[in-house]
């Protein structure tokens, strides 16, 4: 069933024709971005019903790095504004025959395409593709560097569940040096008012990220008790050369959220997790499942974020 057509309004200071990154946003751009994902919730009660704002509009999801959330989302979040999806995969592609990663866009675009959605490996690849495209271009993670509709979900949780982000304390706990999802939090939360702690093991967090304005703690248990927030970004081993800690086993115990450490945290803890999450290693099953953690609602979220990304990029276009 389609809900009601009517267009929500452009905020006045919106001026991206891309989302490439949270750095590129300003405060206010992020919260028209949070403020539209809450009325798309509304507007389709949670997603569950169609709005008819696209229609014409095609979006291609070019993906040349594996993903399960980030690439359905973006397909159910553009079908539910009406838009066209076609999906591409670098595996089975002309790229095997020899043609440029802009080649590859650049036809895909001579296709009608109107937003291209971009995840690869190699941190920049999405601004290549906005300098060569004449689509919008939206960031779907770029090797360690952003994955900005990531940071959006989080933050858009974080509001719901806790009421602001102002004022609070989020960690970001795992692996900063690899982590996308961490960068695009530290930008977003910051810009917001929220004060950032990155912890994990001293190989895994760089002494450098001091200078985007986060606090960095070695210890998890030490900091646990002043936050509000707990981000648990997975051990990203695809990433890594050669071993950053002992095992598996230490790391779940010195920085993987259990039983124990709820209890001494303060009592409405929220846990979240981008996902995909790794039971036993950056959290307890008990507590993936359990009243703290909001990791399936971010899913759900993820899907109005990109709703409210898409309508913004293609309006954009049009004008
Ligand atoms: C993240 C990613 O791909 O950067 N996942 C996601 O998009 N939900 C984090 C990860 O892979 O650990």
Redesign the pocket.
């Known amino acids: 069933m389609t809900a009601t057509t009517a267009e929500p309004a452009i905020p006045a200071d919106w001026t991206h024709r891309h989302l490439l990154g949270l750095e590129d946003l300003t405060a206010s751009q992020i919260t028209s971005i949070l403020d539209l994902a809450d009325e798309f919730n509304q507007r389709t009660e949670q997603g569950r019903r169609k709005l008819d704002l696209l229609s014409g509009t095609v979006v291609a999801n070019l993906f040349f790095e594996n993903?399960t959330?980030?690439k359905t989302s973006f397909n159910i979040a553009a079908r539910r504004l009406g838009a066209d999806t076609v999906d591409f995969s670098a595996s089975g592609s002309s790229l095997s025959k020899g043609e440029t990663f802009v080649d590859t866009a650049l036809t895909i675009e001579a296709m009608g395409v109107d937003l291209v959605v971009c995840r690869h490996r190699t941190p920049g690849a999405p601004h290549l593709l906005a300098r060569h495209l004449a689509a919008g271009v939206l960031n779907a993670?770029d090797g360690t560097h952003e994955?900005p509709t990531?940071a959006l979900l989080d933050i858009l949780t974080i509001r719901q569940r806790l009421g602001r982000i102002e004022g609070l304390t989020v960690a970001l706990v795992g692996d900063i040096r690899h982590s996308?999802?961490a960068r695009s939090n530290i930008h977003g939360l910051l810009k917001l008012g929220a004060k950032v702690i990155v912890c994990g093991p001293a190989t895994l967090v760089p002494k450098t990220i001091r200078q985007m304005g986060v606090d960095i703690a070695y210890d998890l248990d030490e900091v646990l008790p002043q936050v509000d927030c707990v981000n648990l970004?997975?051990v990203?081993f695809e990433r890594q050369r050669g071993a950053f800690f002992p095992s598996i086993a230490e790391y779940a115990h010195l920085f993987g959220m259990n039983k124990q450490r709820i209890a001494r945290a303060k009592g409405d803890l929220l846990v979240l997790a981008?996902?995909?999450i790794n039971r036993g290693v950056e959290l307890t099953p008990d507590v993936a499942d359990g009243p703290n953690s909001a990791i399936l609602t971010q899913v759900s979220n993820g899907l109005l974020i990109r709703m409210a990304c898409l309508y913004l990029l293609a309006r954009k276009a049009d004008n």
């Open positions: 993903s959330r980030t993670g994955h990531q996308r999802v970004l997975r990203q981008p996902g995909p």
